[in-house]
């Protein structure tokens, strides 16, 4: 019997390696998208790409060629990898600058510049970034400016607008916050430009508010009465029953350092 068994499991053997998948006929065009889209569709992203990007090397200029490099975006972005998703959305418009999905390439390319620095607990609990390197939000806006200027009728280009208002109070933040590192140190001059530059180039954003009374305070320390009148009318006008009014409409600022305190913390780099 061991004599009849052992022929019968080389022949079993060799019809396994008959049957290996490397042997099969290759899939047509048609047959590599369709695994692809049924990949995306079951959210298996990272198997998806691997199939598009197969489907790109195989049939560069096939009759799904431009549909899997809109998909493979796509796929990319719902993987969570945003700089490839920037990638494959740059190398697109790139390939194919008259394609009539421009604006969803250009959507795509906002939304992972949008989300480049979120981490983990950013999308847990509400976070603010104003205090962060706010370099690829100012791409993502740059990426929704340019979508509603060519395509203003686009159905991406209301929410592109929405988030563009939400990257432009985030970045005025960032000056107000900046603004407030230099008054605290003792740097009031510096503190004052940044003021200026939120009131200046982010009108209409509630970053402003603060921005006034902070131009009060530098005007007043620099001995500058006429520009800090000034500034404390356009605040009285335009917010009345701000926060940094007092009752007889003084600029309050409770963090506001007194002039020892400023150079206190200047000398000892913040940290009495």
């Given at each position: 019997?061991?004599r009849l068994l052992?022929?019968?499991?080389?022949?079993?053997?060799?019809?396994?390696c008959a049957?290996?998948?490397?042997?099969?006929p290759?899939?047509t065009?048609?047959?590599q998208y369709?695994?692809?889209?049924e990949?995306?569709?079951?959210?298996?992203?990272?198997?998806?790409?691997?199939?598009?990007?197969?489907?790109?090397?195989?049939?560069?200029?096939?009759?799904?060629?431009?549909q899997?490099?809109l998909?493979?975006?796509?796929?990319q972005?719902?993987?969570?990898?945003?700089?490839a998703?920037?990638?494959?959305?740059?190398?697109?418009?790139?390939?194919?600058p008259?394609?009539?999905?421009?604006?969803?390439?250009?959507?795509?390319?906002?939304?992972?510049?949008?989300n480049?620095?979120?981490?983990?607990?950013?999308?847990m609990?509400?976070?603010?970034?104003s205090?962060?390197?706010?370099a690829?939000?100012?791409?993502?806006?740059?990426?929704?400016?340019?979508?509603?200027?060519?395509?203003?009728?686009?159905?991406?280009?209301p929410?592109?607008?929405?988030?563009?208002?939400h990257?432009r109070n985030?970045?005025?933040?960032?000056?107000?916050h900046?603004?407030r590192?230099?008054?605290?140190?003792?740097?009031i001059?510096?503190?004052?430009?940044?003021?200026?530059y939120?009131v200046?180039?982010?009108?209409?954003?509630?970053?402003?508010?603060?921005?006034?009374?902070?131009m009060?305070k530098?005007?007043?320390?620099?001995?500058l009465?006429k520009?800090?009148?000034?500034?404390?009318?356009?605040?009285?006008?335009?917010?009345?029953?701000?926060?940094?009014?007092?009752?007889?409409k003084h600029?309050?600022?409770?963090?506001?350092?007194?002039?020892?305190?400023g150079?206190?913390?200047?000398?000892t780099?913040?940290l009495?």
């Amino acid at each position: 019997m061991p004599r009849l068994l052992w022929p019968l499991l080389c022949l079993l053997i060799l019809a396994g390696c008959a049957a290996n998948p490397e042997d099969r006929p290759e899939l047509t065009e048609a047959d590599q998208y369709r695994e692809a889209r049924e990949s995306i569709e079951s959210k298996n992203y990272l198997t998806a790409i691997d199939q598009l990007k197969e489907l790109e090397a195989r049939f560069p200029y096939g009759d799904y060629a431009e549909q899997s490099a809109l998909d493979l975006i796509y796929a990319q972005y719902k993987s969570v990898d945003y700089p490839a998703t920037v990638v494959a959305a740059q190398r697109f418009m790139r390939n194919h600058p008259a394609h009539p999905r421009m604006d969803y390439a250009l959507y795509m390319r906002g939304l992972a510049n949008f989300n480049m620095e979120k981490g983990l607990f950013d999308n847990m609990v509400a976070s603010d970034r104003s205090s962060k390197d706010m370099a690829a939000a100012k791409d993502a806006f740059r990426d929704f400016e340019r979508l509603v200027s060519r395509f203003p009728d686009s159905e991406y280009a209301p929410d592109a607008r929405a988030r563009m208002v939400h990257i432009r109070n985030q970045l005025a933040r960032q000056e107000l916050h900046v603004a407030r590192y230099y008054a605290r140190r003792g740097a009031i001059v510096a503190s004052l430009n940044r003021a200026q530059y939120v009131v200046k180039h982010y009108q209409h954003t509630p970053a402003v508010e603060e921005s006034l009374a902070i131009m009060v305070k530098g005007y007043q320390r620099l001995e500058l009465p006429k520009q800090a009148e000034k500034s404390r009318a356009v605040l009285a006008l335009n917010w009345p029953n701000s926060t940094f009014l007092d009752d007889d409409k003084h600029v309050d600022l409770a963090w506001w350092p007194d002039e020892d305190n400023g150079l206190l913390s200047l000398l000892t780099f913040d940290l009495l």
